[in-house]
C-alpha cells in the first residue's frame, strides 16, 4: 500500500530536549516536505527537499533541522524545542511537487 | 494580505445539497490548484487538481479555476454526512527563483446534517 508513514505519532516532551520525528514514504517521490499545522494559520511549510541531499528552507524553518540521507525518509530535527513549537506536524511527499501526499500526523506538545 | 484566502467557516449543509467552496488569491504565478479533505484528526488527502483555467469533474465533485479573476471553487454535489471534514485549498506555481512555492489556504470546515 502507497503511503507516508511518520513516528511517533503523539510526543511529550520539555523544553531542551532534542527530539526527532520520522517520516518515510514507499512511492519512490522525490519531493519530501514537512509542515506545522496551527489554529488559524493553516498548514504551513518547515522545509522541503527536492532529492537525496538537496533541501531548502519552507516559510517557517527556525528551530528546526532536515537531513535526506535516502530517498524514502526525511526526518524532522528539533534540537532544542520549546513551548512554541507544540504544534501538529505533517510529513508529505509528491511526484511533481505541487500534489501532495500526507502523513497521518504526530502531535507535539512541548512543556 | 495572505496569499491565499478561505473562509474558515463552519459551512451546515442538510444532506443532499449542493455546497459550494471558494478560495481567493493574489499570485498570478500560480499553475497548480489543488483540493484536499482533512478529516479530524488525519492528515489531508488529496482530492483534486487543475492545470490552470477550467473545470474538472470527479464523480460528486467538481473544481473551477478562474484565473482572470484569482478564483477556485469545489462543488459537491449530493452531499453527504461523510463528507462532513475540513477542506483545504492549495495552490503551486513555479517562481522567478525557479523556485515551486505551494501555499495552503487555512481551510472551510463543512458539517453535512443527515
Known amino acids: 500500500e502507497a503511503q507516508v508513514t511518520q513516528n511517533p505519532r503523539y510526543l511529550i516532551t520539555v523544553t531542551g530536549k532534542k527530539l526527532t520525528v520520522t517520516c518515510s514514504q514507499n512511492?519512490?517521490?522525490?519531493?519530501m516536505s514537512w509542515y506545522r499545522q496551527d489554529p488559524g494559520l493553516g498548514l504551513r511549510q518547515i522545509y522541503y527537499?527536492?532529492?537525496?541531499?538537496?533541501?531548502d528552507k519552507g516559510d517557517v524553518p527556525e528551530g528546526y533541522k532536515v537531513s535526506r540521507k535516502e530517498k524514502r525518509n526525511f526526518p524532522l530535527i528539533l534540537e532544542s524545542p520549546s513551548p512554541n513549537q507544540t504544534s501538529l506536524y505533517f510529513c508529505?511527499?509528491?511526484?511533481?511537487?505541487?500534489?501532495?501526499?500526507f502523513g497521518p500526523g504526530t502531535r507535539l506538545t512541548v512543556t | 494580505q495572505k496569499e491565499v484566502e478561505q473562509d474558515p467557516g463552519p459551512l451546515s449543509v442538510p444532506e443532499g445539497a449542493i455546497v459550494s467552496l471558494n478560495c481567493t488569491y493574489s499570485?498570478?504565478?500560480?499553475?497548480?490548484f489543488m483540493w484536499y479533505r482533512q478529516y479530524s484528526r488525519k492528515g489531508p488527502e488529496l482530492l483534486m487538481y487543475?492545470?490552470?483555467?477550467g473545470n474538472k469533474e470527479d464523480g460528486r465533485f467538481t473544481a473551477q479555476v478562474d484565473k482572470s479573476s484569482k478564483y477556485i471553487s469545489l462543488f459537491i454535489r449530493d452531499s453527504q454526512p461523510s463528507d462532513s471534514a475540513t477542506y483545504l485549498c492549495?495552490?503551486?506555481?513555479?517562481?522567478?527563483?525557479?523556485?515551486?512555492?505551494?501555499?495552503f489556504g487555512t481551510g472551510t470546515r463543512l458539517l453535512v446534517s443527515p
Open positions: 508529505a511527499s509528491s511526484l511533481r511537487g505541487y500534489e501532495q501526499y
Open positions: 512511492m519512490n517521490h522525490e519531493y
Open positions: 492549495a495552490m503551486s506555481g513555479r517562481m522567478n527563483t525557479g523556485f515551486q512555492k505551494l501555499v
Open positions: 487543475t492545470y490552470s483555467s
Open positions: 527537499s527536492m532529492n537525496v541531499e538537496v533541501t
Open positions: 499570485n498570478s504565478a500560480f499553475q497548480y
